[in-house]
């Protein structure tokens, strides 16, 4: 969609000048002249490097989706018109990606393409799961409900993700903070304290030969390490692109201590919420499966939720895989069960969503209380070594004076 720089002078003689994103010249004309401005100058410097450099380093957020799926949802749920709503929206935003974006979608929807496809056209954007969304509310004539439907969903997960990165911030820091730490006492502080006890001749024990062998590794080989952590990076990252490697450190999430059972609760989350939205939205049990599969982020879910649409296609009950699942907390398959029975299975996968939310919440709000013993034995355990290994040689060599 093309960028178009201005300059020109408002009611006031002011001079202004600035950026914008527009479907052609005359439409950027509109827009400009509609905010009382007297165009001097409009060139399209789309193939700008500098309007690609702004736009690369300007990525669409999980908050500029946000504010643009509630927007766009009071303006359809108002009766604006689509093409007219995603005009507006263009210039609503300062991310010039998120509205030339925005551009391209109205261009397309204008051009005659349905409001799903034109979502579809930026598949790391917007998932399967809202496109198909989008495609539900076109098809049974309620755009405007699953829009705000989806808005609301968005700023769930968006919140959601802000307070596990929030949580995620103090062991983090914590953790960098003692390796940085102890890196230089390593590399600076250790060697000037224990060239003394060298020099005695003593014998010293294991964990200051231990010390003392480390300190002088990472002085003579810092090159070689920094390029085997740099090869291992690459090396799991590739592994980690593959689907066996995927797998192992989706097991391994769900197994970790403290943050496995959070993990559990946070794709539970995703594929009650997900299943429970599609089936209001029309969409049929085994579609709706196939799309939360994709979604739900995590190849365990993905392969069990699989093992389920394989199961209803041969005839058997929504929860008769999820009742075996070893990741799936005995509740879940059983009020399903009474929802299948009920014929009120949306309904009860959003009673399932709002527990395991509430669950999820005050997890995160007590993760850094639950972290703190673990940090505070890491860093004991930390001193504790650097204590034995270099002042109670000394201690022992003063004492035999």
Known sequence: MPIFKYRATDAAGKNKTGQLVAISENEALNDLRSKNLEVSRLQDVTNDPFSRFLRFIAPITGKDLVIFSRQFSVMISASIPVVEALRILINQTDNISLQNMVAD??????????LSDAFAKYPKIFSNFFVNIIRSGETSGKLDEVLNYLADETEKSYGMASKIKGAMIYPIFIIVSLLGVGVVLMVYVVPNLTSILVETGTTLPLSTRIVIGT??????????????????????????????GKHQLDVLKLRLPIFGKLFKYIYLIRFTRSLSTLLKGGVTITRSLEIVAKVVGNTVYEELILDTLDSINDGNPLATVFETSNYVPKMVPQMIAIGEKTGKVDTVLDRITEFYDRETQEMLDNLSTLMEPVIMVVMGVGVGIMVAAVLLPMYNLAGSM
């Open 215 to 244: 300190s002088d590794f990472l002085k003579k080989y810092y090159l070689l390490l920094i390029g085997g952590f740099v090869g291992i990076f690459f090396a799991l990252r590739y592994y980690l692109n593959t689907y066996a």
């Open 105 to 114: 979608m109205a261009a397309a929807v204008n051009a005659g393409d349905f």
